[in-house]
């Protein structure tokens, strides 16, 4: 199996209340890929500027992602500047500089437009659907989105996620989209609009996954050196689909453990800054996590 993502190469400048980066690698793509690349091939389709760092373009190679569809376009490298507080929960945006960004339309090389796995980043719902149109017959593609697109493009993103298998987002954005504040009564509404599953990120509350079949509550892996929050979303759903492309089949078994297998990369994702924390990682490591977090929650029910 392989796996074709497609979404945004940044470069951020970041503040927290723990210490500060400037021109970090980031983007959702970057996150994704680079959580993702542990469990199977990964594509990438994205844009760069001509002043993007060779070095993170020998990173990406090192890391064994695929780049055919990593387009260099003339201009300035896509840039964020956030700042967060001691609560960490969302980021204050100082500057977003999308410089050649504003003028990407996903390419996807033909011979990847039979990839399985997709994983359309949070990215314009009407570029996520130029993707779906290239594409021949993925078995699985989630999609994740964010409130400025729920407001601002709301008809394009319904028509987008009725073609899609999971759609990922946070409780705020459940609710926005639905006008549910039952976070239970908003993912049957959200699949009511056409996924066949949702999943929604909890933060430090951990996760859900809602299907017409079954419900799956994870709970979030308490780290202990919490750096940057940055692109956790995106390593989440580079755990999750990494996983699904990895096993082949879509089961309530194999969706459950996915789930956990996002929240253990998500968790590693948040104790460095940008995917450094992410590259580091081996599979020991990965699987010692998924014990530990399995171990938060097991317990044995004694008779009353």
Sequence with gaps: MSILVVGSVALDTIKTPFGSCEEELGGSAAYFSVAAGHFDKVHMVAVVGTDFPTQHVEFFKERGLGLDGLQSMEGKTFRWH?????????????????????????VIPVDLRDTEYVFLANIDPTLQMEVLEQMESPKFVACDTMNFWIMGKREELLRTIQHVDALILNDAEARQLTGEPNLLKAAKGIIAMGPKMVIIKKGEHGALLITPEFKFSAPAY????????????DSFAGGFVGFMARCGECCEDTLRLAVMYGTVMASFAVERFGVKRLAELDT?????????????????IQPM
Aim: proline share 6%; net charge negative; hydrophobic share 40%.
């Design 222 to 233: 308490p780290v202990e050196l919490l750096f940057d929050p940055t692109g956790a979303g």
């Design 82 to 106: 956030g700042e967060y507080g001691f609560e960490l929960g969302e980021a204050k945006s100082l500057l977003t500089s999308v410089n050649v960004f504003e003028h990407f339309h996903p």
């Design 284 to 300: 020991f490591s990965i699987l010692d996590r998924l014990k530990e977090l399995k171990k938060l929650s097991e317990f044995e």
